[in-house]
């Protein structure tokens, strides 16, 4: 039962594009979102969060947009850099716990 | 501060023995959590501790076993080692529910 789903397996944008990478979720009872990172053979890196109350949540060259109705979130990296190659994991959690459920993530290529 | 430290990095085991493998979580963090990655899965959440308590735990055999100290320092343990059970396990630490999560390294985990 995959309740966090990336659909796009890989995804690859040209250097200095945007890079929209897409997330979906299934159980309304989720309410704190994040985007992790990550290299092969590595753990994945903690990139940016956002808690339900909110619908956008900006870092740098990162956002990640909420659609609480539609139960999808998206992260925009914007300008792409070919640093920014690597698997993307969408993940989601209850306030009632933390224990974190993973979709199961977007290779991004970028392209110089 | 220093981060998420997990030992060994690569293990190599036979079909049937044990293992045991440690996390030491971010200095402050009361919450530690176990992941399995493998390719056809993803990231499956193995089980949290919560000052030295297990708060929550996925699904997986019993083989699976953990426990937190009172440093918060967690250690894992997988009994009867199968085929399948080769992964890359991943640690992170936390300050608790609604929080990002950090995570180790992993230990690379091969069963012959």
């Known amino acids: 039962d995959q309740q966090v789903k990336q659909n796009s397996p890989s995804l690859s944008v040209q250097e200095g594009r945007i890079s929209i990478l897409n997330c979906d979720y299934t159980?309304?009872?989720?309410?704190?979102f994040l985007w992790y990172k990550k290299y092969p053979a590595e753990g994945p890196t903690f990139l940016i969060s956002i808690s339900s109350i909110k619908d956008k949540n900006e870092d740098g060259r990162f956002t990640v947009f909420l659609n609480k109705s539609a139960k999808h979130l998206s992260l925009h990296i914007v300008p792409s850099q070919p640093g920014d190659s690597a698997v993307y994991f969408c993940a989601a959690s209850a306030s009632t716990g933390n224990q974190f459920y993973f979709g199961t993530g977007t290779s991004l290529t970028v392209i110089p | 501060k220093a981060g998420v430290t997990q030992t060994p990095r690569y293990l190599i085991k036979t079909r049937g023995q044990q293992v045991t493998l440690s996390c030491s979580p971010i200095s402050g963090h009361r919450s530690v959590s176990w992941y399995q990655q493998t390719p056809g899965q993803g990231l499956q959440f193995l089980f949290e501790y919560f000052s030295e308590t297990q708060r929550n735990k996925g699904n997986f055999p019993g083989r699976f076993s953990g426990r937190q100290f009172s440093n918060s320092r967690s250690e894992m343990n997988v009994s009867t080692l199968e085929l399948g059970d080769s992964a890359l396990y991943l640690c992170?630490?936390?300050?608790?529910?609604?929080?990002?999560?950090?995570f180790g390294q992993g230990t690379r985990l091969t069963v012959v």
């Open positions: 159980n309304s009872m989720f309410d704190y």
């Open positions: 992170a630490s936390g300050q608790g529910a609604g929080t990002e999560a950090f």
